[in-house]
């Protein structure tokens, strides 16, 4: 006899298949056969492709901001909260624009932006520049990922675009080949924490601007 069909059951075929065929290749109706379901049977817990993609975004970010130390620095917690993204979004493919374009209203996007606007009421902000900020630091990671991703899956079509663009760069643009070590290597995991420092560096002088009387 078969067991129940429940929702958890979905999101990890859903995820299986989203790891298999990208973005693209999910839709309702190949999640249903991949279960040996009918399609009717699907709707009942998901109603449109974008339910289940709001169900796996939700899913992804299960355990991002879920254990803050207490008396942590804010730059400490927003490095902590943009890196736990991160892996979160490479932990399955196009992790990232699964996320992208989705608006959840659950408990586990609560609980990352309370934590993400609580860091930044630590380091001085207002709460309307904290939620704005907030918002610009996962847009961030979910563009950086996104790349991320990317230059993965197409390995040999970025080489040949860097190969192009190094010939173009030598014979036209002097600043672009002057710069061609820094370009040539991806360098993730230290561009991604550099990015992450500018931001907050510039989060801090915000702040400070923001905090002196006018006249």
Same mark, same amino acid.
């Given at each position: 006899? =078969?067991?129940?069909?429940?929702?958890?059951?979905?999101? *990890? +075929?859903? #995820?299986?298949?989203?790891? &298999?065929? $990208?973005?693209?290749?999910?839709?309702? =109706? @190949?999640?249903?056969?991949?279960?040996?379901?009918?399609?009717?049977?699907?709707?009942?817990?998901?109603?449109?492709? *974008?339910?289940?993609?709001?169900?796996?975004?939700?899913?992804?970010?299960? &355990?991002?901001?879920?254990?803050?130390?207490?008396?942590?620095?804010?730059?400490? /917690?927003?490095? *902590?909260? +943009?890196?736990?993204?991160?892996? +979160?979004? @490479?932990?399955? =493919?196009? $992790?990232?624009?699964? %996320?992208?374009?989705?608006?959840? +209203?659950?408990?586990?996007?609560? =609980?990352?932006?309370?934590? /993400?606007?609580?860091?930044?009421? *630590?380091?001085?902000?207002?709460?309307?520049?904290?939620?704005?900020?907030?918002?610009?630091?996962?847009?961030?990671?979910?563009?950086?990922?996104?790349?991320?991703?990317?230059?993965?899956?197409?390995?040999?079509?970025?080489?040949?675009?860097?190969?192009? %663009?190094?010939?173009?760069?030598?014979?036209?643009?002097?600043? #672009?080949? &002057?710069?061609?070590?820094?370009?040539?290597?991806? @360098? #993730?995991?230290?561009? #991604?924490?550099?990015?992450?420092?500018?931001?907050?560096? $510039?989060?801090?002088?915000?702040?400070? @601007?923001?905090?002196?009387?006018?006249?």
């Amino acid at each position: 006899m =078969r067991s129940p069909l429940t929702q958890d059951h979905i999101i *990890q +075929a859903a #995820f299986r298949l989203l790891d &298999e065929a $990208g973005m693209e290749g999910v839709s309702l =109706r @190949k999640l249903a056969c991949n279960l040996g379901i009918r399609a009717p049977s699907l709707y009942w817990h998901f109603k449109s492709k *974008q339910a289940l993609i709001d169900a796996l975004a939700d899913a992804l970010i299960a &355990e991002v901001a879920r254990d803050i130390p207490q008396g942590q620095d804010w730059r400490s /917690t927003m490095h *902590q909260i +943009a890196n736990e993204f991160r892996t +979160a979004f @490479k932990a399955h =493919r196009d $992790g990232a624009r699964v %996320f992208a374009g989705t608006f959840l +209203a659950t408990e586990n996007m609560l =609980r990352v932006g309370d934590a /993400t606007i609580a860091a930044l009421l *630590q380091a001085g902000a207002s709460v309307a520049f904290a939620a704005s900020s907030a918002l610009d630091s996962i847009y961030y990671v979910m563009g950086f990922v996104i790349e991320e991703q990317s230059h993965h899956d197409y390995p040999d079509a970025a080489e040949g675009v860097q190969q192009a %663009f190094f010939e173009l760069a030598k014979a036209r643009f002097p600043h #672009f080949w &002057e710069a061609r070590e820094v370009l040539a290597e991806p @360098k #993730f995991d230290e561009r #991604f924490s550099n990015g992450i420092d500018l931001i907050l560096d $510039g989060v801090e002088q915000q702040i400070l @601007k923001r905090s002196v009387p006018s006249h």
